[in-house]
């Protein structure tokens, strides 16, 4: 349990602008814990928050891919201890009576928090969020990888879950870079014959690592042309999109 009175936050105080502050130590309401951060991913969501846009009100601590450990529970929170080591991301918590959360469609709610958006995230040393939107982070796994999961990681995983693509199906990953890295190794952990697809032969290396089976140069070879002469894929993940990029790719998938 925290017993400093003060913590430190990076905060964006207007448009652009971020601060470090001081801070009082707060305390949780009914319904929250809070943690004490031990990392915090940095996405370009983020973004919105520190310039600024008609949704994001300042002063307003930017971070939604936090993990860290319970420091504090408030009434009526069930199932957490203190100590326990969580994380939070994107939607911490639904509204639960919208017409989207009617039908269980969570991600679709019209009024959810959202961590470092409608409430303070996790660029911190201490975070209050809704319980509700916890999830168990194992010892075995560092901090900051595990922050990432929580966006990129989510992002990408459910895509492939979502995607209709069954193991042994061809499936390609377009782009490397901070979800491409991850839907590759999710794609081949899934059973997925997994074709990554990038520009330049250095990133060959990387995809071999991450687990693809095959990687395409798309400065050397047309990504289309090659996965048609694989077969067709069936499901094809954007990670690096462009308007050009995701239209001639587009062709390599199945013809019907």
Avoid at 5 to 21: H, I, K
Avoid at 90 to 95: K, L, S
Avoid at 225 to 233: D, N, R
Wanted: charged share 20%.
């Amino acid at each position: 349990m925290t017993t400093q009175a003060t913590y430190r936050a990076m905060v964006a105080v207007s448009r652009g602008v971020l601060e470090l502050q001081e801070r009082p130590i707060p305390e949780p309401c009914a319904g929250q814990v809070r943690l004490r951060i031990e990392a915090c991913g940095v996405c370009h969501s983020d973004s919105a928050t520190v310039e600024g846009s008609d949704w994001v009100a300042h002063p307003r601590v930017p971070g939604h891919e936090v993990v860290g450990r319970v420091d504090a529970i408030g009434d009526g929170v069930v199932g957490w201890s203190i100590g326990q080591r969580v994380g939070v991301g994107f939607i911490a918590a639904e509204d639960g009576t919208c017409s989207s959360c009617r039908k269980g469609d969570f991600v679709n709610c019209s009024d959810p928090a959202i961590s470092g958006i409608t409430f303070d995230g996790g660029y911190a040393e201490v975070m209050l969020t809704d319980a509700r939107g916890l999830v168990r982070v194992p010892e075995a796994l560092e901090a900051t990888d595990a922050a990432p999961l929580l966006c990129a990681g989510l992002t990408t995983f459910n895509a492939l879950r979502n995607g209709g693509a069954r193991p042994g199906d061809l499936v390609a990953i377009l782009g490397l870079g901070g979800l491409g890295h991850l839907a590759v190794q999710f794609a081949r952990k899934m059973g997925f014959h997994t074709i990554a697809i990038a520009r330049g032969g250095d990133k060959a290396a990387l995809a071999r690592e991450l687990g693809a089976h095959r990687y395409i140069d798309a400065d050397v070879e047309d990504p289309a042309t090659v996965l048609q002469e694989m077969g067709g894929a069936t499901l094809i993940l954007g990670t690096a999109p462009t308007g050009k990029g995701m239209s001639d790719i587009v062709p390599g998938r199945p013809r019907r």
